[in-house]
Nanobody, 123 residues
Framework: QVQLVESGGGSVQPGGSLRLSCAGSGYAYTVYSMAWFRQAPGKEREGVAAIDNVGRINYAKSVKGRFAISRDNAKNTLYLQMNSLQPEDTAIYYC?????????????????WGQGTQVAVSS
């Protein structure tokens, strides 16, 4: 049974940084692709960044140059380093996983989801 548990969310001022983590269990982590999504109030869930099982990375235009996705296969953990945060980054951030090779940011292609962690950016 695949389980994904996010942590690291919180409240920061504009320009600040946060690092999100997602611990995975119940599956062969190294053969799964992983991704981060977010959902702001009243908006649809959108892809933020994805990393496939061979390390290729894809970023949404809105976060490119500010966010960095990485994975530690030895720890079965996915990370999202978020720098230069802005109020429009405020959302619930979700970790997702799917078997095989993919770095799509399209929501329907991801099979497993965590419960989410809240990120709030305001002054």
């Amino acid at each position: 049974q695949v389980q994904l548990v996010e942590s690291g969310g919180g409240s920061v001022q504009p320009g600040g940084s946060l690092r999100l983590s997602c611990a995975g269990s119940g599956y062969a982590y190294t053969v799964y692709s992983m991704a981060w999504f977010r959902q702001a109030p009243g908006k649809e869930r959108e892809g933020v960044a994805a990393i496939d099982n061979v390390g290729r990375i894809n970023y949404a235009k809105s976060v490119k140059g500010r966010f960095a996705i990485s994975r530690d296969n030895a720890k079965n953990t996915l990370y999202l380093q978020m720098n230069s945060l802005q109020p429009e980054d405020t959302a619930i951030y979700y970790c997702a996983a799917r078997a095989g090779t993919s770095f799509t940011l399209a929501v329907p292609f991801w099979d497993y989801w965590g419960q989410g962690t809240q990120v709030a950016v305001s002054s």
